[in-house]
């Protein structure tokens, strides 16, 4: 593999696409959606993803038809039935023929069920699927990671240890090479059992010593304030190198990580590009709530994890 270009925002990563020269297939299953189609034909005109669309061919034309969207000289495959049409999708990327996958007019669950089939999927080899969300901090300009705010409900300590893993992966293929991972709770002490998450903190950082995690630091359990403020961390006299400049955050479970997730993108107005990973095959599972800029993003996230993985 070449060298990585420095990512330090989204648009650098959609920058970072475009330099990879042949433009990375997508497979939406199922397309007859209109804000997908918005999302999937905008990525298309930046040279970020070519779609493919999987699902009914008539109902996707007149989704297309009706926001005056040209998908002519897209590839369409007409596929109805919300399992074929994710089976589908999923075997486009078995046979090389798509980078990764997006998820259209199915349930996420159907979506992920389907890449985790043991015969017709890619299931990881270990570890789990997660979530992780990209996005530009909104106090110093450069690029961190929150996760997981969308896959996993109530992680235990080893699911945990899967989550962080894939984050970290996704941080090393966007150039950091020591990602800073912060353990989030609601206290830096440990308190157990009436606050589990702070003894998760506490067990995941003395595995980090010991190795588990390669090339990264890792502190638990953080405030998220002590994880983000250098002045908060200082006030309490809490140091190292991830207290203050965390570039992964790892929420206790998807309710506060869904809550820190939406608190950037609604009160901050925080772009956020959110992609699961974990299989070999990167899955874009956007909201209807997500802005377009969101889903622009995700797809361009999602298609450079998807080339750098086949390079």
């Not at 078995?94 to 069920?113: C, D, I, N, Q, W």
């Not at 190292?240 to 309710?255: H, K, N, R, S, W």
């Not at 070999?280 to 450079?304: E, M």
Request: glycine fraction near 8%; hydrophobic fraction near 45%; proline fraction near 5%.
């Amino acid at each position: 593999m070449d060298s990585l270009p420095i990512i330090r925002s989204l648009d650098d990563i959609v920058r970072a696409v475009q330099s990879l020269g042949d433009m990375p297939r997508v497979a939406i299953a199922r397309s007859a959606e209109d804000f997908v189609l918005r999302a999937g034909l905008h990525a298309y005109e930046q040279g970020v993803a070519e779609p493919v669309l999987i699902g009914d061919a008539d109902k996707t034309r007149e989704v297309a038809d009706r926001n005056g969207l040209d998908i002519s000289s897209l590839r369409m495959i007409h596929m109805p039935d919300d399992g074929q049409a994710v089976t589908e999708a999923v075997r486009l990327f078995r046979e090389g023929e798509v980078s990764f996958v997006m998820k259209g007019l199915v349930p996420t669950a159907t979506l992920l069920k389907a890449v985790l089939n043991k015969e017709t999927g890619v299931p990881p080899e270990t570890g789990i699927l997660s979530h992780v969300g990209v996005f530009t901090s909104p106090t110093d300009e450069r690029i961190m990671f929150v996760t997981d705010a969308g896959v996993n409900i109530a992680p235990n300590l080893q699911r945990k240890v899967d989550i962080l893993k894939n984050a970290i992966g996704v941080a090393r293929t966007l150039g950091i090479a020591k990602p800073r991972c912060a353990l989030l709770a609601a206290t830096e002490k440990v308190n157990y059992p009436a606050m589990p998450a702070t003894l998760d903190g506490d067990v995941i950082t003395k595995m980090a010593s010991k190795g588990e995690f390669g090339e990264a630091e890792v502190h638990g359990p953080l405030s998220l304030d002590l994880a983000v403020n250098l002045d908060s961390a200082a006030c309490k006299g809490v140091s190292g190198p991830v207290a203050g400049q965390a570039d992964i955050l790892l929420t206790p479970d998807i309710e506060s990580g869904n809550i820190l997730y939406k608190s950037l993108s609604s009160f901050c107005r925080v772009t956020i590009a959110g992609v699961v990973v974990g299989s070999r095959v990167p899955v874009v599972v956007p909201s209807r709530g997500d802005s377009d800029k969101s889903k622009f993003y995700s797809l361009a996230l999602a298609a450079y994890l998807g080339r750098r993985a086949q390079q």
